[in-house]
């Protein structure tokens, strides 16, 4: 600017040309540089979270993530950035980094971009009625039940993971959609004793619910989110179910496709699971 009544120029008291690196202002009155801003800085995003307050200096990077490689790790062991070894039974050791799920709920999760809404919702399907069938599972099997799940709400499908992830509360990799009530103890808090069996199966009394809410994948006009709904303890068509009447059963869920259904009892369904998602049954 100029002085006052003279063409003589006068530094700007509020301005400088300095470069971004140094400076973030000027100290005021003056044309000399301020120091850099004492909160941001550019640092690399591996190396540092934000800036030493009042300082340019890099912070150390954040104590609970880490960039591991998702087939060999699970998180930070915690105020450390070392990898935590992915669990057996949650990734594959090939290195794919994958869940292990069961089968139906692999092909859903891979192969769901290329199909069809109405296979995506059978497919979905299926894999909810192999997780509600792997709630119903007794010990002895070969999974203790379904407590925890993936990032997508599939059940991890061995025993290992599941026990694992109950020694590992609150982990990045281990979701507890329903809580304790959904499994047997020790993985959850339904009781193992011989008065909550009726034939061997406690855990008729856990409470795992079917998805709702799914996403199409590559949704065409008139796509929504859609809701499932299972039997448990039953064998259905679209019309009519198999129950075995001795044990709960019935329709549970978020869909009411099988609102109002015929049931003839059957004994021999015991332990067994129908699901519909979206109005389409899982066969």
Same mark, same amino acid.
């Given at each position: +600017?100029?002085?006052?009544?003279? @063409?003589?120029?006068?530094?700007? @008291? ?24 004492? !909160?941001?800085? =550019? ?13 340019? %200096? ?5 104590? +609970?993530?880490?960039?591991?490689? *998702? ?9 450390? =950035? ?23 709920? @692999? ?18 399907? =299926? ?23 993936? @990032? ?5 499908? /061995? ?23 959904? %499994? ?7 009781? !193992? ?14 409470? $795992? ?11 065409? *006009? ?21 129950? !075995? ?8 869920? /978020?869909?009411?496709? $099988? +609102?109002?259904? *015929? ?19 899982? =066969?």
């Amino acid at each position: +600017d100029c002085a006052v009544g003279t @063409a003589v120029c006068e530094p700007c @008291a509020d301005k400088c040309n300095c470069a971004v690196g140094e400076c973030s202002d000027c100290a005021v009155g003056t044309s000399e540089c301020l120091p850099p801003c004492a !909160d941001p800085c =550019k640092c690399v995003a591996s190396e540092c979270t934000g800036c030493e307050v009042g300082t340019a %200096a890099c912070l150390p990077e954040c104590e +609970d993530k880490c960039s591991c490689d *998702a087939s060999t790790c699970s998180g930070c062991l915690q105020g450390q =950035k070392e990898c935590e070894e992915c669990p057996s039974g949650i990734c594959f050791s090939s290195g794919s980094g994958k869940s292990l799920l069961n089968s139906h709920c @692999a092909t859903w999760r891979d192969d769901r971009g290329s199909k069809s809404t109405y296979e995506q919702m059978r497919f979905m399907a =299926k894999c909810m009625a192999q997780d509600c069938v792997q709630s119903l599972e007794p010990h002895g099997y070969s999974s203790v039940g379904c407590r925890f799940m993936d @990032a997508n709400g599939f059940c991890f499908a /061995y025993n290992t993971a599941q026990e694992w992830c109950a020694g590992q509360p609150g982990n990045v990799y281990c979701n507890d959609r329903v809580g304790p009530q959904s %499994a047997l103890v020790p993985i959850g808090s339904i009781p !193992d004793t011989s008065d909550a069996y009726f034939n061997g199966w406690a855990s008729y009394y856990t409470e $795992w619910m079917p998805m709702y809410n799914v996403q199409v994948d590559h949704p065409e *006009a008139g796509d929504v989110p859609y809701n499932c709904t299972c039997m448990k303890n039953c064998g259905c068509k679209a019309t009519k179910c198999w129950c !075995d009447e001795r044990v709960p059963n019935g329709p549970f869920g /978020y869909d009411d496709y $099988w +609102d109002g259904v *015929a049931i003839d009892d059957n004994t021999n369904k015991n332990g067994e699971c129908a699901c519909a998602c979206g109005g389409v049954l899982g =066969k």
